[in-house]
């Protein structure tokens, strides 16, 4: 009956854990960088990229996520929706759009350290 007890309690609390851990899950931060204002061609969801929109590139997240992304050096904010895949360079966790880093006010640095949560 005592290990009937045990593995219940140790049960519940496995799989209690992806609860707890769900925002942590919808909040990421590292370096962005961002396509070139000449890039053309067809994002990995199959629309084809535009410079003037606000979207972005992630490895993992499903496309038509949205997400706001925040430059944590400036504190300029902006909205974005996934609708690629990449960045393809290991240190860096999203590619935005010539307009959202625009916006972020980051072309001339290149890249910038962002926070961005699912919307």
Sequence with gaps: MRRLLTFTAMTLLVSSGPLAGEAGESTFSGRASYYA????????????????????????????????????????????????????????????SFAAAKELKMISRGTAMVRAETE
Excluded: C, Q, W
């Design 37 to 96: 204002k000449n890039y053309s061609g067809r994002t990995a969801s199959g629309a084809v990229y535009d410079a003037e929109k606000f979207t972005a590139a992630h490895r993992t997240l499903p496309f038509g996520t949205k997400l706001r992304v925040v430059d944590t050096r400036s504190g300029r904010t902006v909205s974005v929706v996934v609708n690629d895949r990449g960045p393809f360079i290991r240190t860096r966790v999203l590619d935005l």
